[in-house]
């Protein structure tokens, strides 16, 4: 788990429900709350996040990593002030789940990180980096702050059986507006998402001494 602070130099509106942090989290109202790339059953192509069934009958988004964009994601809004978290993903790969590094492109130059600016939508500094090998990462950014707490995810490849990632995002600020995104590399396969929860842990102070980099 990382904590690291980028520089904004453009802000994005946030809009958020408090309520179970995150809404619509197994997939049951489609692409109700959630933003980003995926596609349906019978796209050939990404489409918006659209409700899909498998072999148990819940609903799914699925993540073609072969879409337009550069590095596929899924973000919703939130608000918390809470500076910990839980987190459940529940999901299976594709057979022909590979994602491809890109070597250069995300380079921070002098005045934006392309990979941040990408996934954020706007001009952004910072060192947070895409993910390598087959792995794809979870992301809580305070744009506010400027800050962000990211966890990096290991799926199980070769296998479609559902899996099940738990763990603790700390160390994310205390300001009320952020944004979770599940973010991967282009490549070839898919994945499809069954559940993904985010839970406060209201026993963590509030950090009021996070401070973005200059």
């Known amino acids: 788990m990382k904590f690291a602070a980028f520089a904004v130099f453009s802000l994005v509106a946030l809009t958020a429900s408090r309520a179970d942090i995150l809404v619509n989290g197994d997939f049951h109202d489609g692409a109700a709350h959630w933003r980003g790339e995926a596609h349906d059953a019978g796209a050939s192509d990404h489409v918006d996040i659209a409700s899909l069934t498998h072999g148990g009958g819940s609903a799914g988004a699925v993540i073609n990593l072969g879409a337009r964009a550069w590095w596929p994601h899924m973000y919703q809004t939130f608000n918390s002030q809470y500076t910990s978290f839980t987190y459940s993903l529940t999901f299976s790969v594709s057979q022909d789940y590979a994602p491809k590094q ?30 390598k090998g087959n792995d794809f990462l979870l992301v809580v950014f305070d744009k506010e702050a400027a800050l962000f707490s990211d966890v990096t995810i290991t799926p199980k490849v070769g296998t479609t059986d559902t899996q099940t990632v738990t763990g603790t995002l700390s160390h994310v600020p205390a300001h009320d507006e952020k944004v979770l995104s599940i973010v991967f590399n282009h490549g070839t396969g898919s994945v499809t998402f069954y559940n993904v929860a985010l839970t406060a842990l209201p026993d963590e102070k509030k950090d009021t001494n996070a401070v973005a980099q200059p």
């Open 102 to 131: 890109r070597s250069s492109d995300w380079v921070q130059s002098t005045t934006s990180n392309p990979f941040l600016s990408y996934v954020l939508g706007g001009l952004y500094k910072g060192d947070l980096a895409p993910p």
